[in-house]
């Protein structure tokens, strides 16, 4: 298990330059969810952003997401599959949100 630190993450802005600070995600079901680019980075040879839903006065638990390059080139938002790999980002996330 490769776990991250918060030294050795390379910040990004791909997410935000190619769909601005809110993006558009449809579920399984075609519900379309509205979220706010919170954080992109890198870190490990992987791209990662977190969104927070574009809800006014609503607390919610943050979407961390895995940034892939399509063939044709595009960007694409995936969910995390593996869960070390989650739990790694989701601690990462939680380190950089709230130093010691």
């Known amino acids: 298990?490769?776990?991250?630190?918060?030294?050795h993450v390379i910040w990004s802005s791909r997410v935000k330059e190619?769909?601005?600070p809110v993006v558009e995600l449809q579920d399984?079901?075609?519900h379309t969810s509205y979220y706010r680019v919170e954080k992109e980075f890198d870190i490990g040879g992987q791209a990662y952003v977190v969104?927070?839903?574009?809800?006014?006065?609503k607390s919610?638990?943050?979407?961390?997401?895995?940034?892939?390059?399509s063939?044709?080139?595009?960007l694409e938002l995936v969910t995390i599959d593996d869960d070390d790999e989650w739990e790694n980002v989701s601690e990462?996330?939680?380190?950089?949100?709230?130093p010691e």
């Open 1 to 7: 298990m490769t776990e991250f630190s918060a030294e």
């Open 18 to 20: 190619a769909f601005g």
């Open 28 to 30: 399984e079901k075609g």
């Open 51 to 57: 969104l927070l839903p574009d809800e006014d006065g």
């Open 60 to 69: 919610a638990e943050p979407e961390i997401l895995k940034i892939i390059t």
């Open 71 to 74: 063939q044709e080139g595009n």
């Open 92 to 98: 990462l996330y939680d380190e950089l949100t709230f």
